[in-house]
């Protein structure tokens, strides 16, 4: 997107900055100028001149001496020019004077970077104080100023004034900048849209063009009927005649602005289409009316194969996915692209519709590319534009034309445009705001950001309404983007990261998980990988009961097989198959340890509950303890300091009866862990007592913490106590571990279990077991005054579940 630095003035007054001040402040307020080119650059001392006299030169036949009027004085030039011929008089030219400078020449080389100093000199004898300049070494070309001669001075209009700057008049005292716009700003790919941000940045008014009523007492639709059937391509569709065309040159002001555009001009009605295209972002397209058959405009698909001849004089083979816009009879334009040949505006044309739409950005993209045809208007439909902007560019495009004296507006405007685009409207919340960006911007100043965007505010309902052209505006972090580019990305003070970031490094969750798996190698258990499809057939492997939860699963929808159908929802099966085809294939004390997910189906959702678990197996060397010595140092090693608890009612079908347990932290279940089920075994192929444990990480790591508070090396020595007691043998040792946190209070330290014994000298139903007991004071050294209290609660408690002790 280029710019006219003039033309964004002309809708920012006051805006007085030099071209790089410009550049700067529009590329940290998020508008990126890549580069500029000021036409000026090279151009200096050059005027209005008005030619007095020419006589011919005495010694030279193809010179002539000129005297010319540049306002202060009359100077004598010399020159060559072919059409500046002896004795004219009265044109007004561009001079340069002694001492200026312009750009370039006549023979379409490089242009120096400093451009061409003229001085005084003498020509075959004659001398010559300045120079008349054709169009080139002003640094344009034909091209921009048509009625330049090939060769030759460039002649000024009558209305030029002797002595005035003849850059200014020319319009040449202006700079375009180049833009780099991203897709999601649609709205900049427009002059109004350049000039908004603008006006936003300098913090100055915005005045974009007043367009007024236009339209005789005539009604359009007594003579056009449009009829859009592609609604899915085409959400809006406006149109306007006009009659009484008078085709003739643009205003010199317009053919300045669509020169600095890199448009070249060429009639007042070809000229206003693309200015307002430029100005808007709104292409346009108009139609010879008299060549409309039935007074109609349809827009309907093309058919597959169906053949198109387009303004540039091509054949096109279009396809059903194109758009095309047609009369009663037949196909005038490919909509979005170009015109047809068959309607376009010529020099005898007295009638003509008008056409601004918004088409489907991406249909259109994918037609130019299937074309291999890809135009001005093409490249701003392909950004998806506002519909909302079509009837007011529409609207602007005849408002020119009649200032111009192009033409009579014919009253009224078709336009189909079957559902309205609201305005998206987002919370208001500036603390989060602040919160995002590291400020303290006021509300007050936000909302000051947000007038000048043209955002309004509900205040009842604490809302911003954003307006159709700001596509990009959909959530708090877009709300908060403006306001970092025009508070000053420069001026966001820097802050400290805060929250859950992980600052470089792994989330906690990933840490506790590489714990897991370091631990289960340090007690020698190796990694497992097993598949997350399993068949329906497992949880009758399993023995669980037909009401059983776990048999709800998750559904494959395309499974390769029976065999891979459900997703699973215990972690077991795999673990078992793995140990078994271990244990077929003789290898001795096998250890596996797996995270895998299992995915537990939620009501009333569509994706299930993914859940990472800690699974355990064994077979060999080892026994229950065994495994749940491997659980405890896991838990202890993440920072879960208090013990966890036992439940033998486990209820788990699949393990056996007698050694399971369920695993409880705090009154919350974490897991499970027990032998695996003989029948269970013997399904699988396992011809060896085996031991699993799962642990549910979901449910562990709210307990679990790296935090760690260091304590010194104690200063005085520990007093310690042994008792064996003898107890049912229904009586867990956890059971008895309770007692002896509860008693042992601030001056227990750690307490052991060191023997279990059951056999001929202990009763039937009865087994012996013996704990040490420490006790240690941060402050002094313990005597039995302080320990024996505690020693008879302790043993108090322990007797009143029909514990003794034993002698």
Not at 113 to 129: A, H, N, Q
Not at 152 to 165: F, R, S, T
Not at 616 to 623: E, K
Request: hydrophobic share 40%; proline share 4%; charged share 30%.
């Amino acid at each position: 997107m280029n710019t006219s630095l003039n033309w964004i003035k002309a809708m920012v007054p006051g805006l007085e900055v030099t071209d790089q001040e410009f550049r700067d402040a529009m590329t940290l307020s998020g508008t990126k100028v890549e580069n500029f080119t000021a036409f000026d650059k090279n151009l200096d001392k050059i005027v209005v001149g008005q030619i007095e006299s020419v006589e011919k030169h005495p010694d030279a036949d193809k010179l002539v001496i000129c005297q010319v009027n540049v306002g202060s004085e009359t100077v004598q030039i010399v020159t060559g020019a072919p059409n500046i011929p002896v004795g004219s008089s009265g044109q007004k030219v561009p001079v340069v004077l002694d001492g200026g400078c312009v750009a370039g020449g006549h023979d379409g080389g490089a242009l120096p970077e400093d451009g061409i100093k003229i001085k005084k000199g003498k020509l075959r004898g004659v001398e010559s104080f300045g120079m008349m300049c054709a169009i080139e070494e002003l640094g344009s070309s034909r091209e921009f100023y048509p009625d330049a001669p090939e060769n030759g001075i460039y002649i000024l209009g009558d209305d030029a004034q002797v002595g005035e700057d003849a850059v200014h008049y020319l319009g040449l005292d202006d700079t375009v900048f180049e833009y780099e716009i991203t897709n999601n700003r649609v709205d900049c790919y427009s002059i109004i849209g350049i000039a908004r941000e603008a006006a936003a940045t300098f913090r100055k008014p915005f005045t974009p063009p007043v367009v007024t009523e236009t339209g005789n007492a005539e009604d359009i639709n007594d003579y056009v009927k449009v009829d859009v059937e592609a609604t899915d391509l085409c959400s809006r569709y406006t149109a306007r005649l006009v009659k009484n065309i008078k085709l003739a040159p643009s205003p010199k002001w317009m053919q300045l602005r669509l020169a600095s555009a890199s448009i070249r001009p060429i009639n007042n009605i070809v000229d206003i289409t693309n200015y307002v295209m430029e100005e808007y972002g709104q292409p346009m397209h108009a139609y010879d009316y008299d060549t409309l058959a039935g007074g109609k405009i349809v827009v309907r698909r093309a058919k597959d194969g169906e053949k198109f001849m387009t303004l540039d004089g091509q054949e096109r083979t279009l396809d059903s996915d194109m758009l095309m816009i047609c009369d009663g009879e037949k196909a005038v334009g490919l909509a979005g692209i170009m015109g047809g040949e068959n309607s376009k505006i010529t020099d005898d044309v007295k009638t003509m519709l008008f056409e601004a739409a918004t088409f489907d950005g991406t249909n259109i993209r994918k037609a130019t590319k299937r074309l291999g045809l890809r135009t001005d208007a093409s490249g701003k439909f392909e950004k998806g534009l506002d519909p909302e902007n079509a009837l007011a560019a529409m609207n602007r495009a005849c408002q020119l034309i009649e200032e111009l004296g192009a033409g009579e507006i014919v009253g009224g405007v078709v336009d189909v445009y079957p559902n309205k685009k609201e305005r998206v409207r987002v919370p208001f919340e500036p603390e989060r705001i602040n919160a995002l960006l590291g400020t303290n911007v006021s509300v007050e100043e936000m909302l000051g950001y947000f007038k000048m965007l043209e955002l309004d505010y509900d205040e009842a309902k604490q809302e911003l309404i954003i307006p159709t052209f700001r596509q990009d505006l959909l959530r708090t972090a877009d709300i908060a983007e403006e306001v970092a580019r025009f508070f000053g990305y420069a001026n966001i003070p820097t802050t400290l990261p805060h929250g859950a970031s992980t600052m470089g490094k792994i989330s906690f969750k990933q840490r506790v998980e590489d714990v897991a798996g370091e631990i289960a190698q340090f007690c020698g258990f190796s990694q497992a990988m097993t598949y997350s499809f399993e068949s329906p057939k497992v949880f009758d492997k399993l023995k669980l009961a037909a009401d059983a939860e776990e048999r709800k699963t998750v559904v494959i929808s395309n499974p390769l097989g029976e065999d891979f159908s459900i997703m699973r929802t215990l972690p077991l099966n795999g673990m078992l198959n793995s140990l078994a085809i271990n244990y077929n294939r003789r290898n001795k004390d096998v250890k596996l340890y797996e995270l895998a997910k299992v995915y537990v189906p939620v009501e009333g959702e569509d994706l299930p509950d993914e859940r990472v678990q800690f699974t355990l197996g064994f077979y060999g060397d080892g026994d229950f303890f065994t495994m749940k010595g491997v659980v405890e140092e896991f838990l202890e090693k993440i920072g879960m300091s208090a013990r966890p608890e036992y439940d033998p009612e486990a209820g788990k079908t699949f393990l056996h009866p007698g050694r399971q347990a369920e695993i409880l932290y705090k009154d919350t279940v974490i897991g499970y862990l027990g032998e695996v089920h003989p029948d269970v075994a013997d399904t699988y192929g396992l011809g060896e007592r085996t031991y699993i444990a799962v642990l549910d990480l979901p449910e562990i790591l709210p307990f679990a913490s790296f935090d760690r508070k260091y304590e010194g090396i104690a200063k005085f020595p520990a007093v310690t106590r042994d008792i064996s007691m003898v107890m049912p043998k229904t009586v867990l040792v956890g059971e008895v571990e309770k007692i002896i946190e509860k008693r042992g209070g601030k001056l227990l330290e750690k307490y052991n279990l060191f023997d279990i014994y059951e056999g001929a000298q202990i009763k039937e139903g009865f087994k012996s077991v013996a704990y040490t007991i420490s006790f240690r004071a941060k402050d002094r050294t313990l005597e039995d005054k302080d320990i024996q209290p505690i020693m008879e609660k302790i043993l108090g408690d322990l007797s009143g579940m029909g514990i003794e002790l034993r002698s």
